[in-house]
T-cell receptor
Framework: TQLLEQSPQFLSIQEGENLTVYCNSS?????LQWYRQEPGEGPVLLVTVVTGGEVKKLKRLTFQFGDARKDSSLHITAAQTGDTGLYLC???????????FGAGTRLAVHP | ETGVTQSPTHLIKTRGQQVTLRCSSQ?????VSWYQQALGQGPQFIFQYYREEENGRGNFPPRFSGLQFPNYSSELNVNALELDDSALYLC??????????????FGPGTRLLVL
């Protein structure tokens, strides 16, 4: 059974703080995606990482794929209230890219 | 916006009934994947359709079935509804290129409540 464990499950911080969300598995993934989901809506893609050790930056968000392609992290610098939401990591398995999702990290950024 | 649309947005059914959910894929995409997201959990893969055929299935019983049409839109059918089927149902479209599925883009989902 392939599992993706995300931590922490919940995070409540003040505006301006930094944070890191982790995504870990014992399985190797062909790629890993990070999504952000608002209540009642579908997940919105933030980034796809493919190569072991890859680092991608999206403004204040930094994504890293582990060297062995089993884990990933999302770091947010100087969080803003607009960053509030559910962050999901998803690893792709197989040629047809079945996505295995973590349970998500619910982030609340307070002014 | 991803260009992936789903209908209906909300649906209420009773146990034992059947339901059909619909998804229109993004322009240029030929593959649709369906996911079930229970409250407080991440989405779970149901199945994927490519070229009108099932192309992979998750751990869901046969009462979950699907179709893909020549225009690449798709339907998810669930028979004999159970209370635990209450969830947000998401479809995601992608493009197959060189035998490899590219990144999936999600629709807004259909919220199903089974009473």
């Amino acid at each position: 059974t392939q599992l993706l464990e995300q931590s922490p499950q919940f995070l409540s911080i003040q505006e301006g703080e930094n944070l890191t969300v982790y995504c870990n598995s014992s399985s190797v993934f062909s790629s890993l995606q990070w999504y952000r989901q608002e209540p009642g809506e579908g997940p919105v893609l933030l980034v796809t990482v493919v190569t072991g050790g890859e680092v991608k930056k999206l403004k204040r968000l930094t994504f890293q794929f582990g060297d062995a392609r089993k884990d990933s992290s999302l770091h947010i610098t100087a969080a803003q209230t607009g960053d509030t939401g559910l962050y999901l990591c998803a690893g792709a398995i197989g040629g047809y890219n079945k996505l295995i999702f973590g349970a998500g990290t619910r982030l609340a950024v307070h002014p | 916006e991803t260009g992936v649309t789903q209908s209906p947005t909300h649906l209420i059914k009773t146990r034992g009934q059947q339901v059909t959910l619909r998804c229109s894929s993004q322009s240029g995409h030929n593959t649709v994947s369906w996911y079930q997201q229970a409250l407080g959990q991440g989405p779970q893969f149901i199945f994927q359709y490519y070229r009108e055929e099932e192309n992979g299935r998750g751990n869901f019983p046969p009462r979950f079935s699907g179709l893909q049409f020549p225009n690449y839109s798709s339907e998810l059918n669930v028979n004999a509804l159970e209370l635990d089927d209450s969830a947000l149902y998401l479809c995601a479209s992608s493009r197959a290129a060189g035998g490899y599925q590219e990144t999936q883009y999600f629709g807004p989902g259909t919220r199903l409540l089974v009473l």
